[in-house]
């Protein structure tokens, strides 16, 4: 039978492997059920943004600033506040639990006004999303799935209300949980398309790596290549060969040129890539 410093020990060793989703999910089992169901939308918006399967070890604090200027610094009102500091504190629980080493809540604000300390400024009030055209029309097709959803979904709490005592009611809050998760998702996608611009290439220099761009990096102890789109976060998703301008090989080939050699910090260690295809 395990002694209690390694069954402590294997504790902090599943905590350090835990992805995003999982670390979601146990701290919303703690969480009071009065709290849960407006919290809940938000952390799993932060979730899906960032990447439900990362690593929590992985995020690093420029994903959190970036998270912050896009949902908070352009809606800066207090109810963009509120939102943020329900990711904040999910942050701020992951570092007391130590899931993470670096406090990750400091990066998540909304700057105030040197005028008045409760007014609260716009960081950047112009501020668009960048989204290649399959990216937009994408997320115009999930959207349009998920108001369908959502009218399912009502549907659902109406028949499960009707079938007994709501305080008892599985299926009751099973839909509920379901309807804010929808409802976030909803919300997350009308905010980025209505600041989205779509890319236009025309006249950019298509030897150089920049946001849209297609690029082939090739591994150079290994010779092997990989392919890749670079996007902004709000459109990343690893599956589709879609990478962020904030992970670490986006944010590490950004700007570069055909033929040039960028070294990449990834989980295996430090590794020299090449860019040998861009367009």
Do not use: C
Not at 222 to 242: G, I
């Amino acid at each position: 039978m395990a002694t209690k410093s390694e069954a402590t020990e294997i504790s902090q060793q599943e905590l350090a492997i835990l992805s995003l989703n999982q670390a979601f999910q146990t701290y919303v089992r703690q969480m009071p059920q009065d709290s849960k169901r407006a919290a809940q939308p938000e952390i799993a918006k932060f979730v899906r943004w960032i990447g439900a399967e990362r690593m929590i070890d992985s995020i690093i604090p420029s994903e959190i600033g970036e998270y912050n200027e896009i949902f908070g610094a352009k809606t800066a009102t207090r109810d963009a506040t509120e939102r943020l500091s329900t990711v904040k504190l999910f942050l701020t629980f992951l570092k007391k639990k130590e899931h993470i080493k670096v406090n990750l809540a400091q990066h998540l604000r909304l700057r105030k006004s040197r005028t008045s300390g409760k007014a609260i400024v716009l960081e950047n009030p112009t501020r668009s999303v960048r989204l290649t055209l399959s990216g937009y029309n994408e997320m115009t097709k999930q959207l349009a799935t998920l108001q369908e959803e959502r009218v399912h979904l009502v549907e659902d709490i109406q028949r499960a209300a009707a079938d007994g005592d709501v305080r008892e009611n599985a299926p009751l809050e099973a839909a509920r949980e379901a309807q804010g998760m929808t409802i976030g998702k909803i919300m997350e996608l009308e905010a980025t398309l209505k600041v989205a611009v779509i890319l236009d290439h025309k006249g950019q220099d298509d030897t150089r790596v920049h946001i849209g761009s297609k690029i082939e990096l090739t591994e150079i102890t290994t010779d092997k290549t990989v392919k890749y789109q670079l996007v902004e976060p709000n459109e990343a998703n690893p599956l589709a060969s879609k990478i962020s301008i904030v992970s670490p090989v986006g944010s590490a080939i950004l700007g570069h040129k055909l033929g040039d050699e960028v070294k990449v910090k990834t989980p295996r260690g430090e590794q020299v890539y090449k860019i040998s295809k861009t367009s």
